[in-house]
Each structure stands twice: as structure tokens, then as C-alpha cells.
């Protein structure tokens, strides 16, 4: 191939498109000729057994926009690194099975790669985010050892908002997972502070987060936590017994590390929600995504 040939790459907050960067005698990269802004679409694929199907192809999936095909820019089955805010109830009824908890967390952590980042927050008498975004697993667990607590009320959508707010400066998917053993019950003394959950499910699905949850036994998920799992593309585990939390944890973070990322050019960044959909040509699998996305400037992988 010639110095002239078109490359695609992944970047950051766009897809870059254009010939290959030159490089200068200081080894720095010069400016890329055009930029494109896209939306990354992230997809789990399973089949009929809940399975995960992992070696597919791009010609194996369907793009569309509104209802519109749309052309996939840019396809990968690799590996993508996570970046997940991991929330955990910590709320008085958790009291018994917190250490279940603190193990189980430990375990989860086991189970990130090299590049993966997680920040532990809490909630309960208060909302508490780490500054830490890390995958350094002993930072980690001193934070789980010496900064949670049991406590307090189920102040739910109140950490979902502010796991996402701390996200503000992070590209690429961003993925919120929470432990809890009950709806939300915030009881904040200033009522202001608590979120609405209306509200926080307008911010992940405006921002294109992936939220997660992991119901824990005898509590029951709010319904409208699971209905937000589904609509960002992420999931929901109700717990049968509370010892299978490590194996909950686990399965999610497989889930993670083997979807698809898709990305795609809008025809028309009008502002407003466009629905997506993600169509397989084998009609026996299944695919997982977000169902919307805000047409704006600014988005990309």
C-alpha cells in the first residue's frame, strides 16, 4: 500500500478519517486531514440459551438509524476496556450482608484486565464516589476495606446521577453497575439533594451510559431500574441467593468484555432522540443495545 492509503481509527471522541498521520523528526503526530463525529453503538450478542456469541462478523449485523440503514463505519469484536462506576447499597438493611458484599466486590475485582478502570461509590446516610478511577487492585481494595460503611437510606437514583456526573470528562463507554437490596429512599435533610428518577434516566440514555443491576436477595429490584438497564443496553440480575453475588459480578464483567463495538456517521445532528436498532442477519441470536441516542455534535467513540 502507498503512504496515500485511507485509515480509520478509533480515537477518543471521533473517528478520524483520512490518509495515515505523518510523523514528524520529534516522533509527534502531525494534525489528521478531517474529523467525523459518530455514535459507537456497543452490542452484547447471546443465543437462544443466554449465551454469549462472540465471533461474529460486521457483515452479520444490520444498522439503523430512525429506521433508516445506516453504514457501520467502524466495527470491533477486541476487547474494549471498561470504565465502570461500581455503586453499593450500603443501606441499614445491608448490614447482614455486608462482608457477603465486601468479598464478593474483592472477587469482581479479580476479574479486570489490565486496562479496565473502576471508581467504588456508596450510598446510604450519604453518597460517596472515590476520586480513584483505577484498576490498581490494591487501591481498590483498601477502598473497599477502610471507606465502606453500612447505613442509612437508599438515596438509588441520587449515586446514579453522580457516578455519572464524575464521568463528565471520560469518553468511550461508560458503564454504571449497582448492588442494592431495595428501591430508592432518599432521605436526605435537604430534599433538593435527592435525585428524580425520571431525570437520571434522561441523563444516561442523552449521554450513552450503560447501566447495569444486581438485585440482591429478599429485596427485589425497583422495576424502573431494570426498564433502564434494558433501554441502555446494559442488564439486570435479581439474586435467588445471596452467595451467588461473585458469580453475578463475574458474569457481568464477561458480558462486558466481549461486546461489539459498531459506530455509525448521523445523517443529521438535529438535536433531537434517534431510535436505534441493531438487526442480526441470524435470526437465532439476539442483540443487546441502547434504543436511543441524542443527535448532537460531540459524540464518538
Same mark, same amino acid.
Given at each position: 500500500m502507498? @503512504?496515500?492509503r485511507? +485509515?480509520?481509527?478509533?480515537?477518543?471522541?471521533?473517528?478520524?478519517?483520512?490518509p495515515?498521520?505523518?510523523?514528524d523528526?520529534?516522533? #509527534?503526530?502531525?494534525a489528521?486531514?478531517?474529523?467525523?463525529?459518530?455514535?459507537?453503538?456497543?452490542?452484547? +450478542?447471546?443465543?437462544?440459551?443466554?449465551?454469549?456469541?462472540p465471533?461474529?462478523?460486521?457483515?452479520?449485523?444490520?444498522?439503523?438509524?430512525?429506521?433508516?440503514?445506516?453504514?457501520?463505519?467502524?466495527?470491533?469484536?477486541?476487547?474494549?476496556?471498561?470504565?465502570?462506576?461500581?455503586?453499593?447499597?450500603?443501606?441499614?438493611?445491608?448490614?447482614?450482608?455486608?462482608?457477603?458484599?465486601? %468479598?464478593s466486590?474483592? #472477587?469482581?475485582f479479580?476479574?479486570l484486565?489490565? &486496562?479496565?478502570?473502576? %471508581?467504588?461509590?456508596? !450510598?446510604?446516610?450519604?453518597?460517596?464516589?472515590?476520586?480513584?478511577?483505577?484498576?490498581?487492585?490494591? +487501591?481498590l481494595?483498601?477502598?473497599?476495606?477502610q471507606?465502606?460503611?453500612p447505613?442509612?437510606?437508599?438515596?438509588?437514583?441520587?449515586?446514579?446521577?453522580?457516578?455519572?456526573?464524575?464521568?463528565?470528562?471520560?469518553?468511550?463507554?461508560?458503564v454504571?453497575?449497582? *448492588?442494592?437490596?431495595?428501591? &430508592?429512599?432518599?432521605?436526605?435533610?435537604?430534599?433538593? !439533594?435527592?435525585? &428524580?428518577?425520571?431525570?437520571v434516566?434522561?441523563?444516561?440514555?442523552?449521554?450513552?451510559?450503560?447501566?447495569?443491576a444486581?438485585g440482591? @436477595?429478599?429485596?427485589? !429490584? &425497583?422495576?424502573?431500574?431494570?426498564? *433502564?438497564?434494558?433501554?441502555?443496553?446494559?442488564?439486570?440480575v435479581?439474586?435467588?441467593?445471596?452467595?451467588d453475588l461473585?458469580?453475578?459480578?463475574?458474569?457481568?464483567?464477561?458480558?462486558?468484555?466481549?461486546?461489539?463495538?459498531?459506530?455509525?456517521?448521523?445523517?443529521?445532528l438535529?438535536?433531537k432522540?434517534?431510535?436505534?436498532?441493531?438487526?442480526?442477519?441470524?435470526?437465532?441470536?439476539r442483540a443487546?443495545?441502547?434504543?436511543?441516542? !441524542?443527535?448532537?455534535?460531540?459524540?464518538?467513540?
Open positions: 502507498t @503512504a496515500e485511507l +485509515v480509520v481509527m478509533a480515537v477518543a471522541g471521533s473517528l478520524f478519517v483520512g495515515p498521520p505523518v510523523v523528526e520529534r516522533g #509527534q503526530q502531525a489528521f486531514r478531517s474529523v467525523v463525529h459518530t455514535v459507537p453503538v456497543y452490542v452484547t +450478542v447471546q443465543d437462544g440459551d443466554g449465551g454469549l456469541v465471533d461474529l462478523t460486521e457483515d452479520d449485523f444490520e444498522l439503523f438509524d430512525n429506521g433508516d440503514p445506516v453504514e457501520i463505519l467502524f466495527f470491533s469484536n477486541d476487547i474494549v476496556p471498561l470504565t465502570v462506576a461500581l455503586l453499593l447499597d450500603m443501606s441499614g438493611s445491608m448490614s447482614a450482608d455486608f462482608q457477603l458484599v465486601r %468479598r466486590t474483592a #472477587q469482581f479479580l476479574t484486565l489490565p &486496562d479496565d478502570r473502576v %471508581r467504588i461509590g456508596t !450510598l446510604g446516610e450519604e453518597v460517596a464516589l472515590s476520586p480513584h478511577l483505577t484498576g490498581d487492585l490494591i +487501591v481494595n483498601r477502598i473497599l476495606e471507606e465502606v460503611w447505613g442509612g437510606s437508599t438515596p438509588l437514583w441520587t449515586a446514579m446521577r453522580e457516578a455519572m456526573r464524575s464521568f463528565a470528562n471520560e469518553s468511550g463507554r461508560r454504571v453497575i449497582t *448492588l442494592t437490596d431495595g428501591v &430508592d429512599s432518599c432521605n436526605f435533610a435537604y430534599g433538593d !439533594l435527592c435525585a &428524580d428518577g425520571g431525570d434516566e434522561r441523563q444516561a440514555l442523552d449521554e450513552g451510559f450503560m447501566t447495569y444486581v440482591m @436477595a429478599g429485596g427485589g !429490584l &425497583d422495576g424502573r431500574v431494570k426498564r *433502564l438497564a434494558e433501554r441502555t443496553g446494559g442488564g439486570f435479581e439474586l435467588e441467593d445471596n452467595t461473585s458469580a453475578a459480578f463475574a458474569r457481568i464483567a464477561n458480558e462486558l468484555h466481549h461486546q461489539y463495538v459498531l459506530a455509525f456517521t448521523p445523517t443529521d438535529d438535536g432522540t434517534h431510535k436505534l436498532e441493531v438487526r442480526l442477519k441470524r435470526r437465532e441470536l443487546r443495545t441502547r434504543e436511543s441516542y !441524542l443527535a448532537v455534535s460531540g459524540t464518538g467513540l
